[in-house]
């Protein structure tokens, strides 16, 4: 039996930090049964017996479950994609940030993400509540970032000047997001998504020849 983890906010007098243990715990759990069982078996009760905490190591730290499952997307999110964040896109130049999604075919192979990103698009029709938390405090930075990457590669020369950012963002999303869900098959190596963006990017109107690239063979030689 999984032994239960024991809270500071149980054993500790009020003001002393809680427990990043008990956190991660937590976290971890949620992640695990929202993946496993969707929405309906990822009650408080079931991610507390999961993460072996009492339910109150839960309600002290997160307002709703809403709010706790969506932290829990964006912490595993994180660990699957540590170099995909906010903040290293909002700083990349326009050759890292072409970099960055060539390296997305390793990201989209792990089964863990295809099936939280089915998941996650599930819950819409049953609990829009939950993806627009996600979307306002975890997703929107990464928007904002990804729309910085592509006005620096417009304003390096990489893509037209009248092309329209925000329909490129779009479409690139929502292509890749297509690739995960419905054409990625299991033998597909990471270099065939590689080419793929690639295919993608020279579509988009980026200047592959300028940054060293070839889509037609997938490579910078």
Sequence with gaps: MRQRLKSTDEAAPPGRPRSPAVHQAILQAAFELFVERGLAGASIEEIAKRAAVARTSIYRRWSSRDVLLAEAIEAARNKFAPEHSADLIGRASPSEFVHLLLGIGELMKQ????????????????????????????????????????????????????????????????????????????????????????????????DLPALGLNAEDGDGR
């Design 111 to 206: 089964p863990e993400v295809r099936r939280l990103v089915a998941r996650l698009v599930g819950t819409i029709p049953d609990n829009p509540h939950l993806v627009q938390i996600y979307r306002e405090t975890y997703f929107a930075p990464r928007r904002h970032a990804l729309l910085a990457a592509l006005r620096r590669a417009q304003t390096a020369g990489m893509l037209s000047p009248d092309a329209d950012i925000e329909v490129l963002a779009d479409m690139l999303a929502g292509a890749l997001m297509h690739r995960l869900l419905f054409e990625l098959g299991p033998g597909e190596a990471i270099e065939d998504v590689r080419v793929y963006v690639l295919r993608l990017l020279k579509e988009l109107g980026f």
